[in-house]
């Protein structure tokens, strides 16, 4: 096999990550070496690759789904909002600076093509196959001209296109046509054909709408994946999900010990990584969700302030809400608190910042012993170390800068030497993301903090988050090989979009000729 495929979405969330996830872990089943990619995404929540590039976590996934190690190359753009209006472009894994929407689409990502495309096509002399994910949908006409994640890489490339409809949200037919009408008829003749996500009941109820949008379009079904509960993959838009109410996905199995272990997460403007807690909901006896009520800590045996976008943002809200005074009441009665990367700046006694916020020095919560000062250039990181001595790994993403104090040491290098955060009672931070996924850690963290909390709770000795999420991965391949067409699927990864597909009007007018075009090499 040598080609590739982009999948694109009649909307956002209609499960183009999941879909592209999907599809690399079956083809690495099927012994083809298969990489992720996707020109340019928006998320808050990022990754940092062992070569110390920032890439959006989905792509990391979908590499891990892949059974390769990510690289910038599988996402060389990646935007990350600070507001409504502006985010930080980060290209080739590095922060480039602050842009408007207006700005960036004004040029600055026309002229980002000829570098997608160098990626793209670097992956391709490497990989047997390349599975590219779209972002949102490919009919946003007002952004055609400056398209260079949808149709502008597929057009560039020469790769055919899946169109992924959320069938959960209704409308699904109406937006697989209504998105292939939109397009130019040059895009159209790359749209190979759709897949249903999140379908529930009776398939058979659905197949005369499927044989319908054939005869309308020409165009196939490639399959129609079930609704899957719990798939508990990395999520990607930080900025769009709202998490009022949302209850992660945790573990059915009842609590090791006699208690289960509570966890609140304050939802704090422009959360990133928030994907830090999976590991804390994939334990047995935990519980977590994602608050913004001060009343909601009072049953809260561990409340977790996240990493965020906005630091001094995040504060003012906690401030807002009275979040914050709860905070200080729980730490003053010996009550666990944990604050990661911004949470950990937070928890600080001042920050001064003059590059996220431009707000000067602003005094924080003062729950931990700790200055933090903004600098422009971004830490980014994989260190190791140990904590409550165990091992624990992870990766740093941060402008902060922090000067501690005092208190005690938090993660160590093993033989006592501070190498991140500091304790200070029942409070801890860090700057280190995903250390929580470390195992042995994690059950002394709980344990530590199940006795703070005076809980009866016990962790289970066997959780191993690596091996829950290779399974979730696994599942994933499972729906894309039990429920979708995988002999048409293989021919048109292989050979491209048939030739000969239908216009179907009105059509959008013709979209520029991609400049730096790689040709047709598949």
């Known amino acids: ?81 600070g507001s409504d209006r502006s985010s930080q472009v980060v290209l080739m894994g590095r922060a480039v600076g602050e842009m408007s929407a207006r700005g960036y689409h004004g040029g600055r990502q026309e002229q980002l093509l000829s570098t997608v495309v160098d990626c793209l096509e670097q992956l391709r002399g490497t990989y047997d196959a390349v599975i590219c994910e779209g972002a949102g949908s490919p009919a946003e006409i007002n952004l055609r001209r400056t398209d260079i994640v949808n149709m502008g890489i597929a057009r560039a490339a020469r790769f055919p296109v899946m169109v992924v409809g959320d ?10 046509f209504g998105t292939t009408a ?76 006699e208690d289960v272990l509570r966890v609140a997460v304050c939802a704090v403007p422009l959360m990133s990584n928030f994907t830090d807690v999976d590991a804390l909901a994939a334990e047995p006896g935990v519980v977590v969700r994602f608050v913004d009520r001060a009343e909601e800590l009072s049953d809260a045996d561990l409340v977790i302030v996240p990493g965020t976008r906005g630091t001094v943002k995040a504060l003012a809200w906690l401030r807002e809400r009275g979040l914050a005074d709860a905070l200080l009441r729980r730490a003053a009665e010996g009550r666990p608190v944990l604050g990661i990367c911004g949470g950990y700046q937070i928890l600080g006694e001042h920050i001064e910042d ?51 104090r005092g208190g005690e040491p938090f993660l160590t290098d093993g033989r006592g030497q501070r190498l991140d955060g500091c304790r200070s009672g029942a409070v801890w931070g860090t700057h280190w993301h995903g250390s929580l996924e470390s195992d042995a850690f994690r059950r002394r963290f709980l344990t530590e903090t199940a006795r703070a909390a005076g809980r009866r709770f016990v962790p289970a000795p066997d959780t191993c988050f690596a091996e829950l999420r290779e399974e979730q991965l696994d599942r994933l391949g499972d729906l894309i090989e039990e429920h979708a067409d995988t002999d048409a699927l293989w021919r048109l990864i292989e050979s491209g979009a048939p030739a000969g597909l239908p216009f179907i009007a009105p059509g959008a007018p013709a979209a520029p000729a991609a400049p730096g075009a790689p040709g047709t090499r598949r």
């Open 1 to 81: 096999m040598s080609g590739g495929l982009l999948v694109a979405g009649t909307t956002s969330d209609a499960g183009k990550s999941v879909v592209t996830a999907g599809i690399c872990r079956w083809l690495v089943r099927r012994g083809v070496k298969v990489a992720p990619f996707k020109a340019q995404n928006m998320s808050l929540n990022s990754f940092v690759t062992r070569e110390g590039a920032e890439i959006g976590r989905a792509q990391a996934m979908q590499a891990q789904a892949a059974r390769v190690e990510p690289t910038a190359l599988m996402n060389p753009v990646l935007l990350k909002p």
């Open 167 to 176: 069938i959960d949200r209704g409308g699904v037919f109406a937006s697989f």
């Open 182 to 257: 939109l397009l130019a008829a040059e895009d159209q003749a790359l749209i190979a054909g759709y897949l249903v996500n999140k379908f529930r009941g009776d398939v058979s109820l659905l197949e005369p709408g499927l044989d319908m949008l054939r005869d309308l379009t020409g165009r196939p079904t490639y399959g129609v994946l079930p609704f899957a509960h719990g798939l508990g993959i990395d999520e990607e838009d930080g900025l769009r999900v709202s998490l009022r109410g949302t209850v992660r996905e945790s573990a059915v199995a009842p609590p090791h010990g």
């Open 354 to 404: 003059e590059v996220e916020s431009r707000a000067g020095q602003v005094d924080a919560l003062g729950l931990l012993p700790v200055r933090i000062r903004f600098d422009r250039e971004k830490t980014l990181a994989r260190p190791v170390g140990e904590a409550l001595g165990a091992p624990v790994q992870g990766y740093e993403i941060h402008h902060g800068v922090a000067e501690v």
